[in-house]
Structures are given as structure tokens and as C-alpha cells.
């Protein structure tokens, strides 16, 4: 599929069908993680680095950067008509923040759900405001610089800024310079969580500055949801069907499944990052795919589904299960499916 076959129109977006299932804002008094010891970094070293030297990866990073970069226009045709959902309730349950933040930080910005969700909600753009949007990968960073560039008015207010950046380190970026530090589906897959929580503390201006991420998320209900005709979950059916192969859905202990739970969420959040409050709200959109065949060609281009390179035989057994899960085997007609998040809203130090 491509943008000529353009699919928004026939999105069904059943916007918070589950929404809000769990909306619990917790103090705890503790320790605050903030480091003190961070070096200062010098904002000219994150100029645009179109022609720079490849990235460094996070050494333990999950999916090689190169994956990423690959994917970038793909990404965009396909996977981001699910992330634009929950980047639009990141951004509403941001709302207020963000209008009154002088600097916002987009933290694996890929192809610019985000940013884009961020034009439809404030379409004359915020005077006095700049938006940074930054990837690792050096290809989704060009690929949201394209879109944006599509989409933002001549006249649009806020300063928009394009940076290549690793989230665990941010080195262009200032200590205490961020007022909201947003992730759609990007922290969460960074497996350096410590040294993610602490370079976000470092950056994020205090005592003030909010986090909020969002992270897919798994749900109990999900056979219910089918029984009543809300389609097949899209994690769970890739889970399932790709379980053969190696992947990291099939990987029960991958450490960005411990954002599946919004109690383990609260914990990591303020027990080690050390944010004062957060609230966890839940999120389930479904979408209408043009046919399961679509959607396994979508599936097979992603990075964190490891098809490619696959023993072929394994691949299209993959492939027919996923077709039997999420369209009872019908490969070729129109297919409902759901993805759930966790939408993270974490602030301030703990009060002392
Ligand atoms: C699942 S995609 C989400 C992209 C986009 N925010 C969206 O929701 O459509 C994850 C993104 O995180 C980026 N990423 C992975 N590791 C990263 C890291 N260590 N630092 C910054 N970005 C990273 C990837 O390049 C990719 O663009």
C-alpha cells in the first residue's frame, strides 16, 4: 500500500472505546533521581546532521538503527496510521502543558505522529514555542522533516526543529531546557531504561517538566472485543502468529513488555525516575484494514517483526496463521483491528 491508495477515510476510529480504564495519579514520597552529576551539553553539536557520520546505537539497542532508517517510508504508509491514533490522545491528555511549554522534545519522533498530531491540534502553531522532533534513526528524522513540511502552514508559530538524537543520551540536548518530553512508542523500546530516566530527568526542566510516552499495551478483554465484532488485537495476533519465528514479540521477557502493565508503569516511573506523580490512561483504537494480506504485508516490513531474512516456509505459515486469527482465513476481504496503549503522564519530584 501506498499514500495513493490512501486509507484515512476508511479508518474506523472507535477513539476510547476502553478509554481511561485507569486514570490514578499517585504521590509517593522518595527519592528524587535527578542526577546532579550530568555534564552540560552544548546545544551546537545537534544541529541538523544530514551528512554526518552514522549514529552510534545504545549499545543494547533492540532494533539496529539501520532497521529503522530501512523501514522510514513504509513506517509512514502503514504502521503510522495506527501510532497517529494514540499520538492524538497523547497530545489531548498534554493539551494544557503544552500550551503553556516555551520547549517540547519529541524522543523517537519516527515518522512524525507526533508532530503531525500536534498541527491538527494546534494548526496556527504556538508563538514563542519550539517543537524539537528527534530519532535516532537519521531515515525517520528526514522522513518527519518531509511530512511536516507537507503539512505545516507557511505561517505556523512554532519553531519546528529536526534532531538525530539517542534517547538515553540526548547529548544536544540542555540540561533543565525541557518543559514536555514526549514519546509515542519510542522510550519504551530503549532497553537502557536507567540511563533513559535519567537523561529525561536531566533534561526536563525543573521542577515543572512532564514526561508523557505512550506504549502498546495488552489487554485481558481481547477475545471479548472480537466476540463483539471489534476485530482481532494487532499485538496479540502478531505475537501469536509469528511465534516461530525470531522476533521480539515472541520474546515473553522483552523488557518493553513491562510497559504492558500500568501498575508496573507507576512503579518504574516514580520508583526509578523518580517523578512525583503519574497517571496511566488506557487506550484501544480500532482500525479497518483494506484486507489481512495487507495487513500481513504490513506486519512483515516492520523492524520489530523480524520477518524479513525468515526461513521462508516458517514466514508463510506466519503469515496464514496471522490471516486465520485476525479474518477467520479470509485473506482478501476487509479486516478490523485494535492496538491498545498506555498513555504516561508523569511530573515533578516527589514532594518532600
Ligand atoms: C515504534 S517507532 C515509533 C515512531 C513514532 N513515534 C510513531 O509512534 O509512529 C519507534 C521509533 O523509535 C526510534 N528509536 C529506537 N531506539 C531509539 C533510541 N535509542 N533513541 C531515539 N529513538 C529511538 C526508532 O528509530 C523509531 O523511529
Redesign the pocket.
Known sequence: MNENTSLSSAFLDFQTVLATQTDLAITVPGHYAYSQNCVRSSHSSCTNRDNAEPIM??KD???P?A???KT?QQ?SDN??R???L??ADLTGALYHDILSAKTIL?????????GLSYVQQFPKGIPGQTLIL????P??VNKTKDVMQQRVPVDFKTKLQYEI?????LEGIQDDSIDVLV?????F??PDRAK?FNTIQRVLRKPDGVFGA?AWTSIECRDSLKNDGFGAGLHDSMETSLKDLTNPFSNKEAPWKQWFNPDTIRSMVVDEAGFGTVAVHRSIHSVMWPSALDLWQLISGS??SKVTGADQEMAEAAKQSLIDMVNYGDANSPVLVWTASNLVVARGPPSE
Do not use: K, N, Q, R
Request: hydrophobic share 50%; with cysteine.
Open positions: 546505537a545504545s539497542e533492540v532494533m538503527v532497521d529503522w532508517d522510514a513506517y504502521i503510522a495506527f501510532t497517529a494514540h499520538a519529541d524522543v523517537g519522533c519516527g515518522t512524525g505522529a507526533f528527534s530519532d535516532l534513526s531515515g525517520m538524537e539517542d534517547g538515553a543520551v514519546s509515542v512508542f519510542g522510550v523500546l530503549i533513559t505512550s523492524p520489530m
